[in-house]
């Protein structure tokens, strides 16, 4: 029987290892290169080294986790000199994402923005544990740090992610269409009372336009003035806007005369949006032509 060749086993586990990046990074583009420098090491290794590694799956997280710390603590001081609030790059997605519903929430714009709170182990030991259920063994491994260590820091990073992430009851992915289909259409028609009633008290809108693009500098808190600022920025006319899957979930892209303009992405508690997520940063827009593969 033909042994499967390094290419073989990288691309057989290329999906999983770029799930792990970005899940790590929210960057399609950082995962992207993390991927690359992950398959030349792989490669480097030489045929007799190849043969020697027990679990190739393994291995090869533990590379990817490797370069993905490395391109966190890096990007960690990039991050203070960003304009506004920063959101992950937006991922269009397979239908089968939405129907695993661990990992549909793993890579939700809801908690990667909580995972971005994370220092870089934490986040890295967190992703590792809780969503691809690697070992503490491995995960010591991949950051450096003693099986025990490992322990204590994925608690600590459980008790984090428990106090930021989403409390509601969440919505279905259904329910959720629908209230984007709603959220749309009231915007879309300027129905203030309709966008109201789907609007939670104390809705959250987050916009990142890097610098580029015109965006709120810091969250808008509150239905009254999230209301304000969407009627605000709307444009008179030109605005097309279509239903979209996005990081596991429906979400929309907005088009202004006929060019993209934003992806936004709503997170829906209790029938309510609590979340609203808008990315113009044009730099994180590039990857919404083709559907991207996830898996766990």
Do not use: C
């Amino acid at each position: 029987m033909t042994q499967p060749t390094p290419t073989d086993t990288f691309v057989r586990h290329r999906n999983l290892l770029f799930t792990v990046a970005y899940e790590m990074l929210g960057s399609a583009a950082d995962a992207e290169d993390v991927l690359q420098d992950t398959w030349l090491r792989w490669a480097d290794l030489g045929a007799e080294a190849h043969a020697q590694v027990r679990d190739q799956r393994a291995y090869l997280v533990r590379i990817t986790t490797r370069l993905a710390l490395n391109r966190m603590r890096t990007n960690a001081r990039r991050r203070e000199s960003y304009v506004g609030p920063w959101l992950p790059e937006p991922l269009l997605t397979t239908p089968d994402v939405a129907e695993d519903v661990e990992l549909a929430d793993s890579v939700s714009t809801a908690m990667l923005v909580v995972l971005d709170t994370l220092p870089p182990t934490e986040r890295a030991v967190f992703v590792l544990r809780e969503v691809f259920d690697v070992g503490y063994d491995e995960i010591a491994a991949a950051v450096d740090k003693s099986p025990a260590a490992v322990r204590q820091i994925a608690h600590r990073a459980r008790e984090h992610v428990d106090e930021r992430r989403p409390h509601g009851r969440q919505a279905t992915p259904s329910q959720r269409e629908e209230v984007v289909a709603r959220f749309l259409g009231a915007t879309a028609t300027g129905d203030l009372q309709s966008l109201m009633d789907v609007l939670a008290p104390d809705v959250v809108l987050l916009t990142d336009g890097g610098g580029v693009k015109k965006a709120a500098l810091r969250p808008i808190l509150g239905r009254d003035k999230v209301l304000r600022f969407l009627d605000a920025v709307a444009p008179e006319q030109g605005l097309d806007a279509a239903v979209v899957e996005v990081n596991g979930a429906p979400a929309f892209r907005i088009t202004v005369d006929g060019e993209l303009d934003a992806v936004g992405s709503l997170l829906v508690e209790d029938g309510l949006v609590t979340g609203i997520y808008f990315v113009r940063n044009p730099a994180k827009l590039a990857r919404l032509d083709e559907a991207v593969a996830l898996t766990r």
